[in-house]
Structures are given as structure tokens and as C-alpha cells.
């Protein structure tokens, strides 16, 4: 039963710190909603919605974006090159230390 370190930078720019659980099969989106940040997740994890798109700040390696993913960034708004979903990126040994912000709420 380990933990990792996620930080997440919120939209006005201050980085939280977080601790997420490596055996829950928890995703950032999750995490995100657990310590009250503003992170909507209206679809609930399916990578149908893009509320929970936010940028890659570090160098952390993350698996390949599915072509759910890449469809509904296609379609989301300020989408970057470092754009990812949270509910697509899930908590486990490989990103921790994992620095990440939120993209600008779509209206």
C-alpha cells in the first residue's frame, strides 16, 4: 500500500501537494475531487467531457493517449501539446512526482 506525490497546480497558479493511493485504481481526475480541487469530471472517467484536462509540467512519462483521449481533446478547449485527461492518467508508481496544472474551465 503506497503513495505517491501529485502535484497539482490550480488555475490561479498555487501548487498543491498531494497524496494519492497506488492500489485503489484511483485516477488524477479522482484525486483531484477528493482534495476539493476544481476539477468537474462531469462524465465521470469516460474521457467524454474534458473537464478534467489539464497540462503535463514535468518530465514524467505517461502511457500513450488512447484514441478516446486524443477524440475528446480534439474537441475540448485550450488544448495544448502537453494536454492530457486526468481521469486517463491513473495513479500508480510511475508518476510520482508528477507536476500537472489545470487547464482554463471551458464554459
Do not use: W
Request: proline share 4%.
Amino acid at each position: 500500500m503506497a503513495d505517491i506525490k501529485v502535484t497539482i497546480i490550480d488555475r490561479e497558479g498555487q501548487a498543491h501537494e498531494l497524496e494519492g493511493p497506488t492500489d485503489m485504481n484511483m485516477n488524477v481526475m479522482e484525486l483531484c475531487k477528493a482534495y476539493d480541487l476544481p476539477v468537474k469530471g462531469e462524465c465521470g472517467g469516460m474521457a467524454m467531457c474534458a473537464t478534467c484536462q489539464c497540462y503535463l509540467e514535468s518530465d514524467t512519462e505517461l502511457p500513450e493517449q488512447s484514441d478516446a483521449e486524443l477524440d475528446m481533446l480534439d474537441q475540448a478547449f485550450y488544448v495544448k501539446a502537453n494536454s492530457r485527461l486526468g481521469c486517463q492518467i491513473h495513479l500508480n508508481d510511475d508518476i510520482d512526482g508528477i507536476v500537472l496544472r489545470l487547464a482554463p474551465e471551458q464554459d
